[in-house]
């Protein structure tokens, strides 16, 4: 008679939990930003995320200028359809070589205010501080428009910004260089982002 009433007594408190979880779900809101994510109501979209690496794995009696030509090296391309569009712009700009990247393009380029246009309608201003900080706050302005925007790295480093009109529209992309080092390699995220 105990086992019974036990038992019972666990399935309704299971079944109670469950529906507080679904209440919990149900009340957060949609519109929250996550990890490198631009919200689709800003004029700022993400277009592109590839991710590049450094491996030390295999690599631990090297010593002296094997050692640094490695460190200094520039990491490849994980996973990436080499046939798009971008891909071959990114070359074209010597952004990459083939499939690695390009680290010197990115080395310490702080982007203060600019213009994405030749024009100069559209002004884009960018604060962040590489060293204490994984946040950048964009601004970016057109005639009587102005976009806020603040991007989240969650800890990643900022290598660097650049600008670059990957899709020939005659407005400049925005690139951002992060990295982060996990399992025996240096990781690199480059994210561009497309003024609409």
């Not at 070359?91 to 990115?106: A, Y």
Request: aromatic share 10%; with cysteine; proline share 1%.
């Amino acid at each position: 008679m105990r086992i019974i009433i036990v038992f019972f007594a666990s399935l309704l408190l299971f079944a109670c939990n469950e529906q507080k979880k679904d209440k919990i779900f149900e009340q957060t809101p949609k519109d929250k930003t996550y990890k490198n994510e631009v919200k689709i109501k800003s004029g700022l979209q993400e277009i592109e995320r590839l991710s590049f690496r450094r491996s030390y794995a295999g690599h631990e009696n090297l010593s002296g200028k094997a050692l640094e030509k490695l460190h200094t090296s520039n990491p490849a391309l994980e996973t990436f359809d080499s046939s798009t569009k971008i891909f071959k712009k990114l070359n074209q700009l010597n952004i990459l070589t083939s499939f690695d990247l390009v680290l010197s393009g990115f080395k310490d380029k702080k982007l203060g205010t600019q213009y994405l246009d030749n024009n100069r309608k559209i002004e884009i201003t960018c604060n962040y501080d590489s060293l204490t900080m994984s946040k950048i706050d964009l601004a970016v302005t057109n005639e009587n428009k102005k976009d806020l925007k603040t991007l989240d790295f969650n800890g990643d480093h900022i290598i660097g910004i650049i600008l670059k009109d990957i899709d020939d529209d005659n407005v400049k992309e925005i690139l951002v260089l992060t990295n982060y080092y996990i399992m025996n390699g240096d990781n690199y995220v480059l994210t561009i982002l497309k003024y609409i």
